[in-house]
T-cell receptor, first 113, second 108 residues
Framework: DTGVSQDPRHKITKRGQNVTFRCDPI?????LYWYRQTLGQGPEFLTY????????KSRLLSDRFSAERPKGSFSTLEIQRTEQGDSAMYLC???????????FGPGTRLLVL | GQSLEQPSEVTAVEGAIVQINCTYQ??????LSWYQQHDGGAPTFLSY????GLEETGRFSSFLSRSDSYGYLLLQELQMKDSASYFC?????????FGTGTQLKVEL
């Protein structure tokens, strides 16, 4: 069990550019979640996968955001045409069974200039 | 929708006991989780209550009252390393909704 990993750990980009983040969950975990966290706030749910199926998306997730989990293992989160308001920590978590016990990765910190 | 309230900050001395409260309003409540997050770190699972009552895990205990839409996290024998943010999170269906967190400062 190597834990949840995320790549990159930090990303600086210019407004209008596209960025893609990767998450590798714990190998036997079939559930995968993406969150966004800003300073002084709790993690904010973005989307949820069970195996390769994306079963829930936050209505806060604009059409500039897309996530995939093509083979039910790793997942990617893409943000198109980034805006300064997208600057945040993007966290990935995985679980087996229910969502109450999630294991979080170290996050990708995004700064949009 | 779902909303949670926690105190923004709590300060206590090393060796003491501290209680962090959480009240929630939600539809479709399944249970209440607690997570710890150190500055610059990832949230780490502490406990989960689906039923009323107290769950104890070492120095940490968590309580839930479904009828009062209320829970708390109790930390005993506080240590400096317990200085962190603590989040309650409501399980509704397939996801967690997190509160804004309580920053705990442990002083000598």
């Amino acid at each position: 069990d190597t834990g949840v990993s995320q790549d990159p750990r930090h990303k600086i980009t210019k407004r209008g550019q596209n960025v893609t983040f990767r998450c590798d969950p714990i190998s036997e975990h079939n559930r995968l979640y993406w969150y966004r966290q800003t300073l002084g706030q709790g993690p904010e749910f973005l989307t949820y996968f069970q195996n390769e199926a994306q079963l829930e998306k936050s209505r806060l997730l604009s059409d500039r955001f897309s996530a995939e989990r093509p083979k039910g293992s790793f997942s990617t989160l893409e943000i198109q045409r980034t805006e300064q308001g997208d600057s945040a920590m993007y966290l990935c978590a995985s679980s087996t069974g229910g969502p109450e016990t999630q294991y979080f990765g170290p996050g990708t910190r995004l700064l949009v200039l | 929708g779902q909303s949670l309230e926690q105190p923004s900050e709590v300060t206590a001395v090393e060796g003491a006991i501290v209680q962090i409260n959480c009240t929630y309003q939600t539809s479709g409540f399944y249970g209440l989780s607690w997570y710890q997050q150190h500055d610059g770190g990832a949230p780490t699972f502490l406990s989960y209550n689906a039923l009323d009552g107290l769950e104890e895990t070492g120095r940490f205990s968590s309580f839930l009252s479904r009828s009062d839409s209320y829970g708390y996290l109790l930390l005993q024998e506080l240590q400096m390393k317990d200085s962190a943010s603590y989040f309650c999170a409501v399980r509704g269906g397939n996801k967690l909704t997190f509160g804004t967190g309580t920053q705990l400062k442990v002083e000598l």
